[in-house]
């Protein structure tokens, strides 16, 4: 969830006591937006633009599914057999923000809403920071999806704009491992391996 999607008239600030305290007790997992993707994300944090994901997915989808105070264990095999209608992009969002952070990486996003320069429109959903020590080429972009049928757009239009700081394009998806197009396709599953 986007913070600015919680309270249009709110200011970080405000919730910054109750961001670390949830970050703190690991019930957060929290991804930073930045204004120009380059080596040391850090120093490009914005720090009105954030993204809270639950640091448990299963406490996620218990809470996302929570109709009569008890999670039916018919959810769960729907789920799990794809044979429920949901948002499934959040769920894969979250799987892949929780595994990364197990991984050690700090999570940030880049997203640019622009309506000026259809070039420049663009939302990645994770980037991370190679553990490669160089002036640049260290940073890799990571797109999640969730169905079988999807499309690249940011993900194609940020490796063109930003060639020169990255390292390798990830896109983690349902499917199999592959490389396509300078892009490395993972299973969900090897997230971790990140």
């Not at 309270?7 to 937006?33: C, F, Q």
């Not at 490009?44 to 809470?63: A, F, N, P, V, W």
């Not at 309506?115 to 160089?134: G, L, P, Q, V, W």
Request: glycine share 8%.
């Amino acid at each position: 969830m986007r913070f600015s999607e919680i309270d249009k008239g709110a200011r970080p600030r405000e919730y910054n006591n109750a961001i670390i305290w949830l970050t703190d007790s690991m019930i957060v997992n929290v991804g930073h937006g930045i204004s120009e993707p380059r080596i040391a994300l850090g120093l490009s944090e914005k720090q009105d633009d954030l993204r809270c994901y639950m640091g448990d997915t299963g406490l996620l989808i218990s809470l996302a599914f929570n109709e009569k105070e008890l999670v039916s264990e018919e959810i769960y095999q729907k789920i799990l057999t794809d044979k429920l209608d949901f948002n499934g992009g959040m769920v894969a969002e979250n799987i892949i923000s929780q595994m990364l952070v197990a991984g050690g990486h700090r999570l940030h996003f880049y997203y640019n809403p622009t309506r000026e320069n259809a070039e420049d429109r663009m939302e990645i959903d994770f980037i991370i920071a190679k553990s490669k020590i160089t002036s640049r080429h260290n940073l890799s972009p990571i797109e999640a999806k969730s169905g079988k049928n999807y499309t690249l757009n940011s993900l194609n239009k940020f490796m063109v704009k930003y060639k020169e700081n990255l390292d390798q394009a990830y896109v983690v998806h349902t499917g199999n491992l592959k490389v396509e197009n300078g892009i490395v396709y993972l299973p969900m599953y090897m997230t971790g391996l990140l």
